[in-house]
Nanobody
């Protein structure tokens, strides 16, 4: 099994910044894609950003130019640097990875979510 622990959420004023982290642990053999999703109240979960094991990243249209995803493969950790935050970025942010354990097939794992609130 793979466990994901997210951190870094909180309350920030519009225009501010936050950095989310998600550390994967367990009997990990390899991790391919690492992603951040978010879900605001009353809305569907949406993909914010994703990054390959080689470091190629892409972003949802609403966050391009403001958010940066990165990863540290040695630490099995993915980050989301969020700058120029807007009230509409308020949501629960979820980490998602595709990982293979030493004995299992490639499958998708989810973190528990971390709240980000952008408000003055």
């Amino acid at each position: 099994q793979v466990q994901l622990v997210e951190s870094g959420g909180g309350l920030v004023q519009p225009g501010g910044s936050l950095r989310l982290s998600c550390a994967a642990s367990g009997s990990i053999f390899t991790i391919s894609f690492m992603r951040w999703y978010r879900q605001a109240p009353g809305k569907e979960r949406e993909l914010v950003a994703r990054i390959t094991s080689g470091g190629t990243a892409d972003y949802g249209d609403s966050v391009k130019g403001r958010f940066t995803i990165s990863r540290d493969n040695a630490k099995n950790t993915v980050y989301l640097q969020m700058d120029s935050l807007k009230p509409e970025d308020t949501a629960v942010y979820y980490c998602n990875v595709d990982a293979r354990t030493a004995v299992g097939p490639l499958r998708s794992y989810w973190g528990q979510g971390t709240q980000v609130t952008v408000s003055s």
